[in-house]
Structure formats: C-alpha cells, structure tokens
C-alpha cells in the first residue's frame, strides 16, 4: 500500500459499516429498538410471531396480516424426509448447533427453497425458515435422546407448538409467556458478529441459506450465542448459593472469564437484562424452584462489587431455558430461532441496496524480498 499509513481496527469496534432500519441500539438511555418500538414493551404486549412480521415486513401487522402470516408459518413447519435423515444420522455426541447449520443447509437444495430471490422471494423463505428451525431443533434435541421426532401440530401456536414437539406437552400460559418474550429479546441486535456474517455472505449475492448457515457458524461460537450455555455450565459447577461468592472471587483471581457478563455495546447495561430477569423469576416462582436463581444473583453482585461489570441478556436467559426444562444443548439453537428474523430482514435490507464486502487490511509481514534457490533457504518460519 505504498507509503501510506493504514489503523487497523480490530473486531471492528466502532466502525459503522452500514445504514440500517431494523434496530437502534440507544445506549446512553439504555434501550432497544426494534423498528421503532421499544423491545420490553414488544415482549410484554406482542407474541414473538408479531415481532417476526415487524422485523421482515416493517411494521407490526394488523389482524389479517397476524392472520396470515400465522397461517404461513403454520402449513411449512414440518421437514422433508431428506432433512430429518440428516438429523438422523448425525453422529454420536454432535453439538445441535452443527445439526442446525448442517440441516439448514440441506434446506437450501430442496425444492421449497428453489426460485427468484427478489425482494418477495426472500420474503417467502425467510418464513418458510422461521417455520421450520424450530421443528429443526426439537427433532435433533429427540433424537439425541433416543426418541423419535414429533411431527409439528398446526392446531397450536408458534411457542406452544416448539414445546410440544420437544417435550410432547406445552406448560402452563405463564411459562409459555416467558419463553416467547425470550424469543423478542433475542431476535435483533444490530451488526453483530451473526448478523454481519449473514451480511457479508448475502453481499455476494449469495443465497439466503448460505447467509443463515453462515450466521449459524457464527452464532455457535461461546463469545456470541454460546454464552448462555456457558453461563448454566458455570451455575452447575458452582453448585450452591453458599459457595458462588468463592468461586467468582477464585476466577476471577485466576483471570478465567465470568460468562454472561459485559457487552461490547452497552457500556451501561444490557437494556433487554431487566426485562429478562423478570421473567426468570416468574419462571422460577411458578415452578417453585429458585436454586439457581440465587447463584445468579450471588454471582451478579460478586461480580459488579469486583469489577463493575452488569450482566448481559445471556446471564439471565441461561437459567430460565434450564427452568424451563431444555438441556444446555438447546440453548444457542433456541438462540438462532428467535434472531432467524432478524437475520432475514439484514439480508433482505443488505440486498436493497448491496454492494460487496471487502475490506482491506494493513499489511505488517516483511518488505519485498528475491526467491531464493532452495539450497540457500535458511529454512526459518516468520509465521507467529
């Protein structure tokens, strides 16, 4: 690059890459805005299938919109034979989230996946994944335990249906209201490191299933959406209330990393955390089990006395997945079920007006040097 001088700026950190309309993050009045509304106020007055039309079509629907998206997302759950033989023979001991990323791209070859991939046709697939990740997850979570799938039953609601096909029965309301304001508060988040994967693979005018399954790869990465299995990890180690303070304490001493904690945007506090707590505990108090609730909250103070550092949506999403009955492996592909429509609207958006990728980077290896004989290499590595 000549004699210029090029900063690099690693992990992007306060490069604004494009312009959006899906989400804004306000972090001085810490909150979160879905287009526009305020995401606590989305998850107490709005089930997740509102909040998915809202982030794909722009606004929240009316009836008849509610009505047919529902309607939609209800006759394309089920998967092809091709797609559960996928699930089915993935080996011994795989992560979910490799199944995941692993059915989702044989999604992209069958036949309901084919055709223009305009502004309707993303549209029209993008709906189609939202019905059918779930029906994805809960056939692997079965599975792995031995147990054959549930087909999906169109008679019941987007949350309701995703217990049933894990568990066979759905809980009570009040259990059901907190996984599905779970789903709204992870469904965007801005150019984060899925999103902006999807984003860059979409910019090369690939297709969508490519983008999800990129944004999947890095999804399951434990500084992204494997944070929250890593918190419950900590929490069972942990064990007890009377033992989390010396444990944190030991950790930290030890420099190990605090999972669930701090946040590269919000300087001030997770703005979805409240939110999130909140229904932990009503989780927690309808089930009459508040075990790791008190760790959390140990852990939580430890941490903030120590190092000044609030948890994030992570922290307290880890235990209420558990409360709920779903296994650690569950919760990442859980985690790319709700954020499935945020995704989508960044690809539809990044297509509206695309221009490639590519950065540049600043070159530090050596200057211009001659090709030696091979006889007269020294043989000596400069790679670190």
Same mark, same amino acid.
């Given at each position: ?10 992990? !992007? ?28 106020? !989305? ?269 994030? !949506? ?45 950065? !540049? ?24």
């Amino acid at each position: 690059m000549g004699d210029e001088t090029f900063r690099a700026k690693r992990g !992007l950190e306060g490069v604004i890459f494009d312009e959006t309309s899906i989400s804004e993050v306000l972090v001085e009045q810490r909150k979160l805005l879905y287009r526009g509304y305020a995401v606590p106020d !989305l998850a107490e007055h709005c089930s997740f299938d509102e909040v998915a039309f809202l982030l794909l079509h722009g606004d929240l629907p009316n009836t008849d919109e509610r009505s047919g998206f529902c309607d939609r997302e209800r006759k394309n759950r089920a998967l092809d034979e091709g797609t559960l033989g996928i699930l089915r023979d993935a080996p011994d001991g795989h992560r979910p989230m490799d199944a995941l990323r692993t059915a989702v791209s044989h999604l992209g070859m069958t036949a309901e996946f084919r055709g223009p991939e305009d502004a309707e046709g993303l549209l029209r697939k993008s709906e189609l994944l939202l019905a059918k990740l779930p029906t994805v997850v809960a056939a692997d979570r079965r599975l792995r335990l031995g147990q054959e799938p549930i087909a999906p039953n169109p008679d019941l609601p987007m949350a309701e249906n995703f217990f049933s096909m894990t568990f066979g029965a759905a809980p009570g309301p009040e259990l059901v209201k907190a996984f599905d304001a779970s789903l709204t508060l992870y469904a965007e988040h801005g150019f984060n490191a899925s999103t902006f994967s999807a984003r860059v693979v979409a910019s090369s005018l690939s297709d969508l299933c490519s983008a999800i399954t990129a944004a999947i790869g890095s999804l399951k990465g434990p500084l992204h959406g494997g944070a929250n299995e890593a918190v419950m990890e900590m929490i069972g180690e942990i064990g007890s209330p009377d033992r989390a303070r010396e444990w944190v304490l030991g950790a930290l001493a030890e420099r190990r990393k605090i999972m669930g904690f701090g946040h590269r945007v919000y300087r001030l506090g997770d703005s979805r955390v409240p939110t999130m707590r909140l229904y932990r505990d009503r989780v927690a108090e309808a089930i009459g089990d508040d075990r790791w609730i008190k760790i959390s909250d140990v852990v939580e103070r430890t941490v903030a006395e120590r190092k000044g550092i609030p948890p994030n !949506l992570d922290f307290p999403a880890g235990p209420t997945y558990a409360l709920l009955g779903f296994d650690p492996g569950m919760f990442t592909p859980i985690f790319a079920m709700a954020r499935l429509p945020g995704w989508c609207a960044h690809v539809i958006e990044q297509l509206a007006s695309n221009r490639i990728v590519r950065p !540049l980077g600043a070159y530090v290896g050596p200057p211009e040097r001659p090709v030696l004989p091979i006889e007269a290499r020294s043989g000596r590595s400069t790679r670190p």
